[in-house]
């Protein structure tokens, strides 16, 4: 291929003819291709600034109980007023003022079940991956194990077993994602492990942590950062279901699913209590899902060109 | 053909005593032991305790209590509901053809629409149906199931009043259970009223529930179809002046069907744990529902027979889809 053909395939980030482009550029490049991507990353970016700045953006205390404005409709409907936009729930609180501190909690959830599933799944298909036989077997074989259960049961059993709360439904959704992880990991060690880069830094006398952590596991990354924002709408669905199965974040907790379930007997009368949550759940878990889709066609070097 | 097929059940095996080992954990990690959780706050002798203890054989070591677990679940003993007094297993077999049942119409839901959907869009790329589709799987796909239930109850059952709320028939029909399947058993003995009760009250939970797998397919069929579509026999085919439909329909879509079907496959698992939510949601009276009362009613031996036979379920339909796989792609039966 000539440079010619190069530069004109991606004029913007060529900054020299013959320079390949910063592999940030790059990235950036193909990402903005795919406008869903772009928009879920733009959904995301607005949703965390609003979790971030919750206390001066909500109108309201979520938990303050409103007496005389029990169960107001939003604003353009009959009944509505400016003072409850997206109206108030069976006690009187803002819904809107509960959707935005539930925000925090679900990009919490999603941060803390990624990270720890990600951890725990990275060091065992680093170990599995890199020493193969007996540590090998068991790992993978317990990962099975794990992957035989759907995941919603899983994290049920878990949830079940720790009890109720918003802490253990966390720690029950990371259980319940750490194969994939795992199997991810090991998967792209076992195909970098052979590679002459890695041969070169073995026998230049690396050890094998280094060779773990700084030779191969920068080069399995891209695999698992596709995974990992997938992950959050994984862990945001999950726990919303546990909260709505009584298993995850109690009331009055501002948790969406929770929200949803504790207002399940105005499902008729007063429907924004169940639509909202759940609108909420929705955008942000397709926010998610755009933009780790649009993460992997960036960095999967396959579907590239 | 043979070889094949007692490899992938070796492999099996290993799975299946470690479910049996996990289910087995459950019931030790439940804090208090399992006759005190079963005792509950009424109290009990420490003599009559001690009793109790040696009967159940919870003296005895660790080990020793594990294989006598993998005894009792291999001679089909599950224990019995702490609430019913039933035995777990013949629980478990009233309640799970209603199960089966749902997840079959939402399999059969998901496949009849998300294939045609796939391949449609597969060959119009890049068109508003291409568009479409893709974007409403996405939205399928991280549709939070339990909320689009109740969106779907408020617009049909309440507004509308075409279908049924809850549960699998009407209050007027009593129909004795032969297969437990209701669509089959109200045609078994005629009931054809009570047959569009059950198929109306099937509806909705079959959405509900094949919402995701059928966003899944649709996916998978299209990206499937697209490999398959830029593949030399197939501009060979057209070279030849075989006509679309049957460059499509035959050529094509044979050969996307496998990832295609090995994707159906592993749905099972997410629509046994789906059914949890959407069972919830339409009081359906099959094992999601049961499983979820039982965690309520504190019912551990319920919940540790419900898990391990559901995982061993969906470990039986892999193993068939797996040895399936082999039948139809010899390339994979010989592989090893």
């Known amino acids: 291929m000539t440079t010619e053909t190069q530069s004109a395939a991606t004029p913007a980030t060529t900054p020299a003819p013959g320079r390949p482009p910063h592999p940030l550029a790059e990235f950036w490049y193909h990402f903005r291709q795919n406008t869903g991507a772009v928009i879920g990353l733009a959904v995301i970016v607005l949703i965390a600034l609003t979790a971030l700045t919750a206390p001066f953006v909500a109108p309201h205390d979520p938990n303050i109980q409103y007496r005389d404005a029990i169960l107001v409709p939003p604003v353009w409907q009959d009944g509505g007023s400016w003072r409850f936009l997206l109206g108030t729930d069976d006690i009187g609180r803002d819904m809107l003022s509960r959707l935005i501190f539930g925000a925090r909690l679900s990009l919490l959830v999603g941060l803390i079940v990624v990270t720890l599933s990600l951890a725990v799944g990275l060091a065992l298909g680093l170990t599995a991956g890199f020493f193969r036989g007996i540590a090998d077997t068991l790992i993978m074989r317990a990962m099975d194990i794990l992957l035989a259960l759907p995941s919603l049961l899983l994290a049920v059993v878990v949830a079940a077993i720790l009890g109720p709360g918003l802490v253990n439904a966390m720690l029950a959704v990371s259980v319940v994602v750490i194969p994939h992880y795992a199997r991810l990991t090991r998967a792209a060690v076992l195909a970098e492990a052979s590679k002459d880069y890695v041969v070169a830094s073995r026998v230049a006398g690396a050890g094998r942590l280094r060779l773990m952590l700084v030779v191969v596991l920068p080069n399995c990354l891209a695999p698992l950062i596709v995974q990992a924002t997938l992950g959050f709408s994984t862990a945001i669905l999950d726990a919303a279901a546990l909260g709505f199965l009584g298993l995850g974040a109690q009331p009055p907790t501002p948790e969406w699913g929770t929200m949803l379930s504790s207002s399940l007997q105005f499902l008729q009368s007063a429907p924004w209590v169940v639509t909202w949550p759940g609108v909420a759940i929705l955008v942000t878990v397709l926010a998610f899902n755009l933009l780790g889709d649009g993460l992997r066609d960036a960095l999967d070097p396959k579907l590239k060109r | ?336």
């Not at chain 2, 059940?9 to 459950?26: A, D, M, N, Q, S």
């Not at chain 2, 059969?108 to 068109?127: M, Y």
């Not at chain 2, 075989?242 to 295609?260: D, E």
């Not at chain 2, 079907?261 to 997410?270: H, N």
């Open chain 2, 1 to 336: 053909m043979l070889r094949f097929i007692l490899t992938r059940l070796g492999l099996v095996i290993p799975t299946f005593l470690g479910i049996t080992f996990l289910t087995f954990l459950l019931i030790r990690l439940v804090p208090g032991d399992p006759i005190e959780v079963r005792v509950g706050e009424r109290g009990i002798a420490p003599e009559r305790l001690a009793e109790l203890r040696r009967e159940m054989g919870l003296d005895q070591p660790l080990w020793q209590q594990f294989l006598d677990y993998v005894g009792n679940v291999l001679s089909g003993d599950l224990g019995t509901s702490l609430v019913t007094r039933n035995s777990v297993l013949s629980e478990f077999a009233t309640l799970f053809p209603a199960t089966l049942e749902l997840a079959f119409c939402a399999m059969l839901f998901s496949v009849l629409i998300g294939l045609p959907a796939g391949v449609l869009a597969a060959v119009k790329r890049g068109s508003w149906f291409d568009h479409g589709v893709m974007g409403l799987s996405l939205t399928g796909y991280s549709m939070p199931i339990f909320w689009w239930g109740l969106l779907l109850i408020l617009f049909f059952s309440v507004q509308l009043g075409l279908t049924p709320v809850s549960g699998r028939l009407d209050l007027l029909y009593y129909i004795e259970p032969v297969t437990g399947f209701m669509l089959i058993d109200t045609l078994l003995v005629g009931e054809t009223d009570a047959f569009w009760s059950a198929l109306r009250h099937l509806i909705l939970p079959t959405i509900v529930l094949g919402t995701i797998p059928l966003a899944v397919v649709a996916r998978m069929t299209r990206s499937a179809m697209l490999e398959v579509l830029s593949e030399d026999y197939i501009r060979t085919a057209r070279a030849k002046g075989l006509p679309q439909r049957r460059v499509i329909g035959l050529h094509a879509l044979r050969n996307a069907l496998i990832p295609v079907v090995t994707v159906i496959g592993l749905q099972v698992g997410t629509l046994l744990g789906g059914a949890i939510l959407t069972e919830t949601i339409f009081s359906w009276p099959g094992v999601g529902k049961w499983l979820i009362e039982s965690i309520n009613r504190r019912d551990y031996p319920a919940l540790q027979g419900g898990v391990l036979l559901i995982a061993t379920a969906v470990i039986a339909v892999n193993l068939i889809v797996d040895l399936l796989y082999g039948v139809f792609n010899p390339r994979i039966r010989h592989a090893r």
